[in-house]
């Protein structure tokens, strides 16, 4: 899968995710500062689960993210919760893009979305980023440990999120979430390892003598970061629908998950030559991330790869859904969706790679 070739640009809004433009237009005139159209709207051609456009007026270009239409499940597509984010963690001058106004009224577009800056650079959509010459690779991947360190290091309360989400007992309350919005989704099918996972993950939780809270992404990874167009720089990260409080050392091992996800698997790592490519391997990639945040290692590394493995599984099984239930706002969701079962066999190999320590 040229996942590329997929996602990147843009395309005519879907049939599905039309809207007026012109009222549109005026919405941003009353509430977004310095605006002036007219205004041209084009579709994103990535993203799952929120439906995101490029909005081009000839002075300035701008980036909407909106819920999609039709059924949700209770609490996902949490539009207000990304914009909040955003906003706070930009004046922690932590690289996002500008938060420039919320809409909450569903009669505007149909749905509430959020209007944020465009911000110009590079998206790598494959973790071997092949488009930097291997000389320069190591680079790139120490601005990804720097960006997602300095995320980790920012106190939630001074930031104006210490209310973002709940603190202790994140895998807990995690593993019950995902595992019931797994088990709930019943037009999804089940998946013989996700249920293996639902009965091993709340038994295996290593236990944490004071756990740590800080905002975390949820899905940080390389095409989820605009880079500089030259140089190794991270100038915005995207996507924040699934960020909340919670244990860095959850977020961090998602991120590491390339390193372990077979190749042409969603950016995958694993089976390639590192040292041929320039890229450090997966020891030396944790040794920088935990010399940034002042740690001495990561002892339950395989079962957070195991846990977050099981909620991008149980994040796919969703995606499943919307594709059966005709709202998948993706084109690439059917996709996405066959790779739900290796996926879920390869978390459970994590989870007996952890038993076995």
Known sequence: MDRSAQNSGTTEVRDAHRFDDAILDQWLKNHVADYAGPLTVRQFKGGQSNPTYRLDTPGRSYVMRRKPPGKLLPG???????????????????????????CEDPSIIGTAFYVMEMVEGRIFWEAHFPEVPAAERAAYFDAMNATIA?????????????????????????????????????????????????????????????EEVRVIHGDFRCDNMIFHATEPKVLAVLDWELSTLGHPLSD????????????????????????????????????????RTGRTGIPDLDFYIAFNMFRLAAIVHGIKGRLVRGTAASAHAAAMAEGLEPLAELAWRQAERAAAR
């Open 76 to 102: 996902a597509h949490a539009i207000d919760r990304e914009y909040r984010v955003i906003d706070a963690l930009g004046r922690q001058d932590f690289p996002v893009a500008r938060a420039l106004g919320l």
């Open 150 to 210: 300095a995320l980790h290091r920012i106190d939630p309360e001074a930031a104006g999120l210490g209310d973002y989400g709940k603190p202790g007992n994140y895998f807990e309350r995690q593993i019950g979430r995902w595992s019931k919005q797994y088990l709930g989704d019943a037009e999804a099918g089940r998946v013989a390892p996700m249920d293996r996972l639902v009965e091993w993950l709340p038994a295996n939780i290593p236990h944490e003598d004071d």
């Open 252 to 291: 961090f091992a998602y991120h590491l998950m390339m390193y372990r996800m077979p190749v042409g698997f969603l950016a995958g790592l694993e089976g390639r030559d590192l040292a041929a490519l320039g890229i450090p391997s997966e020891a030396d990639y944790v040794a920088a991330y935990c010399a």
